[in-house]
């Protein structure tokens, strides 16, 4: 995941800016820090199993300050991993972290959107930036959670067949 998080970032060094429609708002240039956030929110997985709270919180405040930071469109992989994970576990609060980390991320990159699409002088063309990316992040961060409950419930299923009713996890 590092590796194409930081590929991703240094192309936004190496390669033209991203601009889809005239009027594109600006991005700011990757500086030390937002490839410290890159390797932050990536390297920090690592340590997941013995601490998924932290590491999940520590992956999405990642991804968060680098979209806040107005930098160039990237860094998803670190907070989708921790939703889809934290949402295939059973139990209920880290199952609502998964929630929150997944809205949290997807309020960050709703206000980058907004932040590329104000310049934007055409209403219809601003709207259908703002419409487009939003769904984009919607299904890059939700998407996680369903897949994840997916997850729980089909490993709660076979449990469940294996073993009987009694002994099936807690939900």
């Known amino acids: 995941m590092l590796v194409v998080e930081l590929g991703a970032t240094i192309g936004t060094v190496t390669g033209r800016p991203f601009a889809p429609v005239d009027g594109w708002g600006p991005t700011r240039p990757a500086d030390v820090l937002a490839f410290a956030l890159v390797i932050l929110g990536s390297l920090v997985l690592a340590a997941y199993p013995r601490f998924p709270l932290a590491v999940s919180t520590i992956a999405t405040a990642s991804y968060i300050v680098f979209a806040l930071r107005d930098h160039e469109l990237g860094m998803f992989l670190p907070p989708m991993v921790v939703a889809l994970t934290l949402a295939a576990r059973p139990a209920r609060r880290l199952r609502l972290a998964a929630i929150a980390c997944a809205g949290a991320s997807l309020a960050a990159g709703l206000v980058w959107v907004s932040h590329r699409a104000e310049p934007i002088e ?42 009987g009713p009694r002994s099936a996890p807690a939900h």
């Open 122 to 163: 055409e209403p219809g063309v601003a709207l259908l930036v703002r419409v487009a990316f939003g769904v984009v992040l919607a299904v890059f961060f939700l998407a996680p959670l369903l897949l994840g409950e997916i997850v729980r419930l089909r490993s709660a299923a076979r449990c469940l067949a294996r073993t």
